[in-house]
């Protein structure tokens, strides 16, 4: 039942349920208490809406914005080239920012330390595709974690943007990737980067071919405002409404308008 909450837009208890779904095989008392807990959270605020935006995000990479060199990331991968679907549609809508707010919480689960992966997909200004997701192994290391984490959010954005196309409106502009983690953010971003880790040579070598072929744009953002930060931990209310501003939206009869109070209850 929470999964199907999470599904309908309910990205609030979206980490919760992935951590509680870990233990759905065997659950002990306490589980359930806990289950109990994000149904109660869920009875008192019941009227969460996502708020549908299609205007451009506004961002501000602060001094990150010195260190996208895609024009020097293109040397180093001349070939990279974003894939074209030849029978896509002729573009006929204009175009929609797209933006991805991408985090990991390493080592979370105190049971296997496995990290937790964030991502949050935003049109315009609107959640599309949200994500909380355990990684399939243990990282030793935030880098490693957080790297994960950005290889997802590069899979993401082909996807969505390929989706885009199909229906015809217009993608040119990179997808923006907004990411807490500045080291992460430079190794995909400066040619003169440095390999940190040899475990994830595939994933820095997969994002920053995206980044080289104008599919991603990544940016350095602070913790308190990146997004993704409410998938990946529990976090006390004061920060998990700061990261729903502009995301989720307590409705009220006021909001919705005095012709929606007026409906039959029967529509």
């Given at each position: ?165 199909s229906f015809g409106v217009k993608v040119e ?95």
């Amino acid at each position: 039942m929470l999964n199907w909450a999470v599904s309908l837009g309910r990205m609030d208890v979206a980490f919760a349920t992935q951590a509680l779904s870990s233990f759905s095989a065997s659950p002990t008392i306490g589980h359930l208490k806990r289950v109990w807990g994000v149904f109660g959270y869920l009875k008192r605020y019941p009227d969460k809406e996502i708020v549908v935006d299609g205007s451009d995000p506004e961002h501000d990479f602060g001094e990150s914005s010195e260190v996208v060199e895609v024009e020097e990331l293109k040397a180093q991968y001349p070939d990279a080239v974003e894939q074209m679907d030849e029978k896509a549609p002729e573009a006929i809508y204009e175009e929609m920012a797209t933006s991805i707010y991408v985090d990991a919480d390493n080592g979370g689960d105190q049971v296997d330390r496995r990290s937790v992966s964030g991502i949050l997909v935003m049109l315009g200004k609107t959640p599309v595709i949200w994500r909380s997701k355990k990684q399939p192994g243990v990282e030793t290391s935030t880098y490693g974690s957080e790297f994960y984490a950005m290889k997802l959010a590069a899979e993401l954005a082909e996807e969505i943007r390929y989706t885009l196309r199909s229906f015809g409106v217009k993608v040119e502009k990179p997808t923006i990737v907004y990411g807490d983690n500045l080291g992460v953010i430079q190794s995909v971003s400066r040619e003169d980067a440095a390999l940190k880790k040899k475990h994830v040579a595939i994933a820095y070598h997969m994002v920053r071919e995206r980044v080289a072929a104008g599919i991603l744009l990544p940016g350095h953002v602070g913790s308190k405002a990146n997004k993704g930060d409410m998938l990946t931990k529990a976090q006390p209310q004061i920060d998990l409404e700061s990261n729903l501003v502009g995301v989720l939206a307590s409705g009220d009869a006021d909001s919705r308008g005095v012709l929606e109070d007026k409906r039959d209850p029967r529509e």
